[in-house]
């Protein structure tokens, strides 16, 4: 197998004097230095910076980034994270001038392209949700959930109720319980049964008057949907709980069914994962929330508003709000890309992304559950949860090691040990935008590494420079520079 | 310490009874299903621990999970060398790798707990899942 070279480091390419910048002469008066800057504050040494030619950089940065793994390169079957393709043509639209060159200070009167479509997505995301009142404000899906739940924090303070609780089943993202904890809820764990649903056993046991919200992930991180979800809430809504709706799973039901319709009060949206908002990097995000009528006037402030006339402004006078949770109006790039990818798709076509989500789903589960078996029966929706366990009974083969040996077939490993109700969990999801000859190729690889002796594994990848970073020692003893 | 001996939590702590102290700690399971270990927080001597209650994280390259008390009890002891170096547990959690000793009450109950056969049969039966 070919195997990648790492490029050495800028530092060990430098040669004294090499240099990239031609300066022009300058053209402003020429000062003394102890005059600008004091000299106690002088550097006697300039910094150790590599010399190098232009050139040489410019090689070096495209070599490395060639060594990188990105939907534009390979298949990238990243369970939770939905990994789809994003249009290129949401980046041309963004950098459009009228959007690209906007400032936040300049006069609403001169913002009113940007903020009707602000407005606009306000008005498509609470369509979707089945909701009433939309935040595009939160600058990811984990500060959309913490807004939501300060809202509904402040919801029950306004009423003089004193709820302590959030109910999270065990298999939800970690961001949960976090956002409960930091709105100042106790978060209660709700068990998952046989089937990888709600015990809804557990959640009446654990439903009481101290319940403010239960937090629900539908289709759920095993990538199935709970039919108990009207159910249970109903049972919430009986004792004046609010039911949560952790939107990472949109994908899967885009369309098909609004959140406000199985009883959802207040959710989250990830626009990266179900709008074609740029993945990954830290950033920048969005992470827009959908409530109901009577949760609205506690949503952060300002949100884009429509005077009589059709002017579009910020309306900051919300004395019920929680206030700011980002400057400005939120991170309005992801926000514009997600309103390209809606406005290009249509009602129709978001069904479609939906339906094909869960087809592909299917269809790659049926290739491949024979040998990686997924321990909850039926059909799943966009995505779903294999176990390597037989494996690591049998072979000592772990979900780690089949994770690192798809690299060297040139595919993006699933995610792994997530949820934590599988053990030796392989999530995969698909997405719509993979070709069925994708989806068997990918399924002949897994079928293949089934059959591989375990020493290659253990010490897969093979193709990569770096093949087992020590994760430990990275994360205990990160070294962040060059050390000379 | 024989692991066949010891008393086992749901959450995959043991403990040993030695009149009035009990020592804690996690199983061979727990630290195999934890994969590879970075850092331990335990809590300080004189702490109060409440049974059922968390008393302690651990982080692995995997996640950062709670560990709960199987008993409660004054903590009396805390295994510095581990919470210098974990992997100490990784390597032996039923002697070097234990956590912390408590001093119980006289009226210390474990009989809510699993004995060895029965902590098997459930990890088992966990790992089909």
Known sequence: MYKLVQPPLLFESSRAGRGTAVLPPCDVPDRPLDELIPADQQRLTPPPLPELGELDVVRHYTNLSTLNMSIDSNFYPLGSCTMKYNPKRNERLAALPGLLAQHPYQDESTLQGLLAILYDLQEILAEIAGLDAVSLQPAAGAQGELTALLVAARYFREKGDSRSQVLIPDSAHGTNPASAHLSGFDAVTIKSDGRGLVDLEDFKAKLSDQTAVFMMTNPNTAGLFDPQVREIADLLHARGGLLYLDGANMNAILGVVRPGDMGVDLMHYNPHKTFSGPHGGGGPGAGPIAVRDRLAPFLPAPIVARKAGGEYYLDHDRPHSIGRVRSFFGNTGVLFRAYCYIRSQGPQGLKRIAQHAVLNANYLKALVDDVYPVPYDGPCMHEFVASARTFAKDKGVRAMDIAKRLIDYNVHAPTIYFPLIVSEALMIEPTETESRETLESFAEILLAIAAEDPETLHRAPHTTPISRPDEVKAAKQPVLSWQG | ?129
Do not use: C
């Open chain 2, 1 to 129: 310490m024989d692991p066949k001996t010891l008393k086992y939590s749901p959450t995959h702590e043991w403990v040993s009874l030695a009149g009035d102290v009990a020592t804690i700690g996690i199983s061979r399971f727990a630290v195999d299903q934890l994969t590879d270990l970075i850092v331990i927080d335990l809590p300080k001597v004189g702490a109060s621990l409440v049974a059922g209650k968390p008393f302690g994280e651990i982080e692995s390259v995997k996640a950062v999970s709670d560990l709960y008390a199987p008993v409660g009890g004054e903590v009396v002891e805390v295994n510095s060398a581990v919470a210098a170096d974990v992997q100490l547990l990784a390597a032996d959690p039923y002697e070097n790798g234990w956590l912390v000793k408590l001093k119980v009450a006289p009226s210390v109950d474990l009989s809510g707990l699993f004995d060895y056969d029965a902590y098997v049969k459930k990890t088992a039966e966990e790992h089909d899942h």
